[in-house]
């Protein structure tokens, strides 16, 4: 028997979970225990109120939210929430879609073209190989995308070149998706909103189905996001939306804190409830932070409070240069560890941009400190293990589209983008996979023989492999397959001699992998790819290591620490230069009020007097934020507002490290 949902809670926490009268927003400052509010609630719905599992959809943000909800549901509930959906935004829509595909046009095996997929696309269309060109009309269309703006009202609203030149492109990339019966990820939300507009009876269907949502992070919902809540809602609006409006830092993204201020103008009736009491920081932390945010316009009026304990002061440390900040923070942090007897992951590096991690990681190498980088490229985005997952998913599924047009290109087999135009076309029409419409007798009517023969050759290959694949251990079918496509001759034929070293290298760890793990378990390797379409096996991030933590202050939030190290405070660096304008700084303030609050115990605050542009040493400002954090008491060392060293605490640090090692001498 599970222990009473109400146990351990506090009275605002309580409110929300047993809330049922109507639409309920909880606004869940950093620390509050959301996670907690919404597990318990879906247990309180299921065990107190008789809700069928199935007609529950909790939905988060990433898959590491949605992974974590589930274990503490398990836990909470055991067997009895089968049914039970959570999942991301992005998770649902594909279930909505895969299930109501003809309504739209598209079959249930349509694919889901990733970034780099849908890059290759845009690159024929807009004429250019400039990867910063197409990078920003990629994402000029995904802005467009999840602010419901058709590509008619895009020509018409283009600014500047770019959005003309996207604008332009925009059109032609929606028509090429659907003729290779594809969706990019931010279709997973805007089809099923026009799907249940166009499709009265297909929305009602759905909203019957999912009688009580729960929606985590709601501060991060882009328009198209909150259109699809609205709409599975309907007029029973039975919901619980958990944000903070302290938190939205996903501006950049497309999110709209207007979502927020829009509930209570849709749902007359929201109920409001605050959490405020902080489960994670000191008072000193916390007054840090209140004292930050109360600069921003306030959309609800909260201030976090604690009862940890009063705790370390926060130090400021004021380097020369951007050399010495790093090195100063490495040997604070061994200093600290060292004092505290702690262990390396109760501490986290954060900063503003990736591009400041390569100095710390420098140190950390110097002074043999494990150190995890989170952000950083999982094994399986890399391009070379993409190209041949491309393979091996073909063999597993010849429906797989993007597999298919990332094997069928990579090495170039003689194929053209013109062939693989009309393929598209013809797949189109008759309602088939790629690989299905390349191997029939109509489509080698369409297109010259010279044409069609190479993807004869191609398909036939599949087949051949498909075979030996289902059969036979991996370790055989692998370096057979690697030689036939000539995949190592391709590397050193595209990349630097090193550049294609490093990568067969990574081709071949992939391999062995695959082989091991197919001899341990007796699988073939259709078994194995069809559980590698679903997992980051080898993203480090995941695994339980005792190491620092470095990490964007946009990768850390939802993440806590018992000490966090916050860097590049600077005019510049933070607040962002691109930031400038009031709304924009607005965003830069939550994205430090984020950082201040992922820390638990101690936080230390570094900036450079100067820094390194091109090779000039340029001087920087302290950001405004330190300014306005200044209510709490804080230590600075280093620069011309140093604190004057406090001579009892002194002494005492030296008497405490002298008794420590006098202990390890023994």
């Known amino acids: 028997m599970s222990a009473s949902p109400s146990a351990g809670l506090n009275p605002p926490q309580r409110e929300a979970i047993r809330y049922l009268d109507g639409p309920l927003l909880v606004l869940a400052g950093a620390g509050s225990g959301k996670t907690r509010v919404i597990t318990q609630k879906i247990a309180y719905l299921i065990q107190d109120c008789g809700f069928n599992p199935a007609n529950i959809a909790a939905i988060t943000f990433t898959n590491k939210a949605a992974r974590e909800m589930q274990e503490r549901i398990d836990k909470l509930l055991g067997g009895s929430a089968k049914g039970l959906s959570i999942s991301t935004f992005h998770s649902l829509g594909v279930r909505i879609l895969r299930e109501e595909a003809a309504a739209l046009g598209y079959k249930p095996k349509f694919s889901i073209f990733d970034s780099t997929d849908c890059q290759s696309i845009i690159t024929d269309l807009a004429g250019t190989v400039d990867k910063q060109t197409i990078r920003r009309l990629q994402s000029i269309i995904s802005r467009w995308k999840n602010a419901r703006v058709s590509p008619d009202a895009a020509k018409k609203d283009a600014q500047d070149e770019h959005e003309v030149l996207a604008a332009r492109v925009f059109d032609s990339y929606a028509a090429t998706l659907r003729a290779y019966q594809a969706v990019d990820f931010d279709d997973l939300i805007a089809l099923p909103v026009e799907l249940f507009e166009k499709h009265p009876e297909i929305l009602s269907k759905w909203q019957n189905r999912l009688r009580y949502l729960l929606v985590d992070e709601y501060q991060d919902t882009n328009a198209c996001q909150y259109a699809m809540l609205k709409l599975i809602a309907g007029p029973r609006a039975a919901f619980t939306a958990v944000g903070d409006d302290d938190q939205a830092i996903y501006g950049w993204r497309g999110a709209d804190i207007e979502n927020l201020r829009g509930l209570p103008r849709d749902y007359p009736n929201l109920k409001v409830i605050m959490l405020e009491q902080n489960y994670r920081s000191t008072v000193r932390i916390l007054k840090a932070a209140n004292a930050l945010i109360a600069n921003n316009e306030k959309l609800f009026d909260k201030k976090l409070w604690s009862d940890l304990g009063y705790g370390d002061p926060i130090t400021l440390t004021v380097c020369p240069h951007e050399e010495a900040e790093a090195e100063s923070v490495v040997m604070k942090l061994l200093a600290h560890k060292f004092e505290n007897r702690g262990q390396f992951r109760d501490y986290a590096i954060l900063y503003r941009g990736n591009y400041q991690a390569r100095l710390l990681e420098q140190q950390l190498r110097n002074h043999k400190v494990p150190y995890l980088l989170s952000g950083g490229q999982s094994f399986f985005d890399k391009a070379e293990i993409k190209d041949i997952t491309s393979w091996l998913r073909l063999l597993a599924n010849s429906d797989d589209d993007p597999a298919f047009i990332r094997a069928v290109t990579t090495p170039k087999r003689g194929i053209g983008g013109q062939t693989l135009a009309a393929l598209g076309t013809y797949a189109g029409e008759r309602h088939l996979s790629l690989f299905a419409a390349a191997t029939e007798e109509g489509f080698a009517h369409r297109v010259p023989a010279r044409q069609a023969a190479p993807l004869h050759e191609f398909c036939t290959f599949i087949n051949r492999f498909e075979w030996r694949a289902n059969k036979e251990p991996p370790a055989q079918v692998l370096p057979d397959l690697l030689t036939a496509i000539g995949y190592e001759a391709f590397l050193y034929d595209h990349e630097e001699p090193r550049a294609a070293q490093t990568k067969w290298g990574n081709v071949t760890e992939l391999c062995n992998w695959l082989s091991s793990k197919g001899e341990e378990e007796g699988k073939t390797l259709i078994d194995l790819t069809q559980t590698i379409a679903l997992i980051n096996l080898l993203d480090k991030g995941e695994t339980d290591v005792d190491a620092v933590q470095?990490?964007?202050?946009?990768?850390?939030?939802?993440?806590?620490?018992?000490?966090?190290?916050?860097?590049?405070?600077?005019?510049?660096?933070?607040?962002?230069?691109?930031?400038?304008?009031?709304?924009?700084?607005?965003?830069?303030?939550?994205?430090?009020?984020?950082?201040?609050?992922?820390?638990?115990?101690?936080?230390?605050?570094?900036?450079?007097?100067?820094?390194?542009?091109?090779?000039?040493?340029?001087?920087?400002?302290?950001?405004?934020?330190?300014?306005?954090?200044?209510?709490?008491?804080?230590?600075?060392?280093?620069?011309?507002?140093?604190?004057?060293?406090?001579?009892?605490?002194?002494?005492?640090?030296?008497?405490?490290?002298?008794?420590m090692l006098g202990s390890k001498q023994k």
């Open 550 to 659: 470095l990490s964007t202050l946009h990768a850390a939030k939802g993440l806590e620490f018992p000490h966090v190290f916050l860097i590049g405070v600077e005019e510049g660096i933070l607040p962002h230069r691109e930031s400038q304008s009031p709304e924009k700084i607005e965003e830069e303030r939550r994205l430090m009020y984020v950082g201040i609050t992922r820390a638990q115990r101690s936080l230390h605050l570094s900036h450079c007097e100067k820094r390194k542009q091109a090779r000039e040493l340029i001087s920087c400002e302290p950001s405004r934020f330190i300014r306005e954090m200044s209510d709490s008491e804080m230590r600075i060392s280093g620069g011309k507002a140093a604190t004057p060293p406090d001579k009892a605490t002194g002494s005492a640090r030296l008497s405490a490290l002298k008794a």
